[in-house]
């Protein structure tokens, strides 16, 4: 079942200015190995953080480096979390994240689908949904 779905655009050129205003946004940001990406690359994946918040309903207190993006051997993006990501997720019954990424023209967008078995949806101790 889908829980949540989410998505974002980011103007590069724009997110590259505000990266070099402030140079600690990237370790605010981006987990350890993403940090040498080229800035096409950190723009999508700081989309696909975004669009991972929307899917989580914006919980408060995120912590963006608890969400990253790999790699498979070939080359699809696979959303990967721990700490407060991963409890909000689990806490939402989420157990399957889909996202897809893309830059091209100035602009960096992802997609993000979470999918699960939400937690108020099941049983209570009679066997009556919540």
Same mark, same amino acid.
């Given at each position: 079942?889908?829980? #949540?779905? #989410?998505?974002?655009?980011? &103007? ?16 605010? /940001? ?11 690359? /950190? !723009?999508?994946?700081? +989309?696909?953080?975004?669009?991972? +918040? %929307? +899917? /989580?309903? !914006? ?13 498979? %051997? ?14 909000? !997720? ?13 830059? &091209? ?10 999918? #699960?078995?939400?937690?108020?949806? /099941?049983? &209570? ?6």
């Amino acid at each position: 079942m889908i829980i #949540g779905t #989410g998505i974002d655009v980011v &103007d590069i050129q724009r997110f590259e200015r505000q990266l070099e205003r402030t140079p600690r946004l990237i370790e605010r /940001l981006f987990a350890p190995s993403e940090r040498e990406l080229p800035v096409q690359s /950190l !723009a999508a994946r700081f +989309a696909a953080k975004e669009a991972t +918040a %929307k +899917a /989580l309903k !914006a919980p408060p207190g995120m912590i963006w480096q608890h969400c990253w993006i790999e790699k498979t %051997k070939w080359g699809a993006p696979v959303l990967r979390m721990e700490g407060t990501v991963a409890a909000e !997720a689990a806490k939402q019954g989420i157990d399957r994240w889909h996202l897809s990424m893309s830059h &091209d023209g100035g602009m960096a967008m992802a997609y993000v689908v979470a999918e #699960g078995f939400p937690v108020d949806a /099941l049983p &209570d101790a009679q066997g009556e949904s919540a």
